[in-house]
């Protein structure tokens, strides 16, 4: 399970250093945002050999953010990169499905120049950074198999849309941007792939960071984009199921072990959601493969 994914500005040698050693489950050596323009180049060569100098991925993998599939940058970062054998790309600010289609053929071309397996890089959008996203969700499902996940971004949304801020006078997310968090979650599900959160950019204030990992994964979210290393170990504990939850998961299954499509448990009634839930748990403790069937075993 990835459950972490920690933003780390490419241009930075300092910064990868430090990356290496966050815990996180996966580094995004970023080429976009976190990079100013004229820093591009020597951006996309240390991510190349960053890459290079790291081929064991047992313990992190190792992905990188491009520029924006509609701007010629992105394939300039790709060609810059694929040598490297990033595990993922991240796409920010995506439009259309048509984008993921192009970018998918793009890679199988540089996959083939640099001998290594067809479609090993994953793909996942920032699917809500421009309104036309918002409105193309629903076609993100099959239109490739590299799509490994989807997550959201409220900063970039907000530029586009011409806001002055995404919060409201309470300092909650305007009602826009959960609307594009909610879609999210529900097109990475119709897609089943996996649903990844945003950043939480105050990276001091480990207390509302937990409160917000929480919540995502209560929502259904099972990992969670980060900005600095201090944000790791949160991430990875509020994603990860605690003991009695896998154990009652467990008891779940057991009693539907003899086939039946409803029982009782502890007073409760369970059904076929509740058996999925505790299959969901049992999937993100690593105890049970996403897509085996049969109600009552696990590993
Ligand atoms: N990845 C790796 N190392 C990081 C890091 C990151 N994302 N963020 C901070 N560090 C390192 C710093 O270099 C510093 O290391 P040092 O002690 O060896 O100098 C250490 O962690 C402590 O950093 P700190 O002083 O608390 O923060 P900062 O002021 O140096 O940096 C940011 C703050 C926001 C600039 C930095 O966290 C950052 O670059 N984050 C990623 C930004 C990004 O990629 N944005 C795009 C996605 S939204
Ligand atoms: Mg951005």
Redesign the pocket.
């Known amino acids: 399970m990835l459950r972490s994914f920690?933003?780390?500005?490419s241009d930075s040698e300092?910064?990868l250093v430090?990356?290496e050693g966050?815990g996180a489950d996966v580094l995004l050596l970023?080429l976009e945002?976190?990079v100013a323009e004229e820093r591009l180049p020597l951006a996309r060569g240390l991510a190349r050999e960053y890459l290079a100098a790291h081929p064991d991925r047992s313990r992190m993998q190792l992905w990188v953010r491009t520029n924006a599939p509609s701007t010629p940058k992105a394939l300039a970062d790709l060609a810059a990169i694929t040598a490297g054998a990033p595990d993922g790309v991240l796409l920010p600010k995506v439009r259309s499905a048509d984008e993921l289609v192009r970018i998918d053929h793009c890679l199988s071309a540089l996959e083939a120049r640099e001998g290594l397996q067809p479609g090993s890089i994953r793909i996942m959008p920032i699917a809500t950074e421009t309104p036309a996203a918002v409105f193309n969700l629903g076609t993100f499902p099959g239109s490739t198999s590299r799509l490994w996940g989807m997550t959201w971004g409220a900063e970039d949304l907000s530029a586009a849309v011409g806001a002055s801020t995404n919060l409201d006078e309470k300092g909650e997310l305007d009602f826009t941007y959960r609307l594009a968090r909610s879609i999210c979650l529900l097109a990475a599900v119709a897609a089943e792939v996996e649903p990844i959160d945003t950043?939480f950019l105050n990276?001091r204030d480990l207390g509302g960071l937990h409160r917000e990992a929480q919540a995502a994964r209560r929502a259904g979210f099972t990992g969670k984009l980060a900005?600095?290393?201090n944000q790791i170990e949160t991430i990875n504990r509020a994603f990860t199921p605690a003991p009695e939850e896998i154990e009652y998961a467990k008891r779940v299954l057991e009693a539907f072990a003899s086939g039946a499509g409803t029982v009782g448990l502890d007073g409760k009634m369970l059904d076929m959601p509740h058996l999925k839930q505790a299959r969901r748990v049992l999937a993100s403790a690593g105890l049970l493969r996403r897509s085996s069937g049969g109600n009552g075993e696990f590993n």
């Open positions: 920690l933003f780390v500005p300092r910064k430090k990356g966050s970023d945002d976190a950043v990276f900005i600095h290393p």
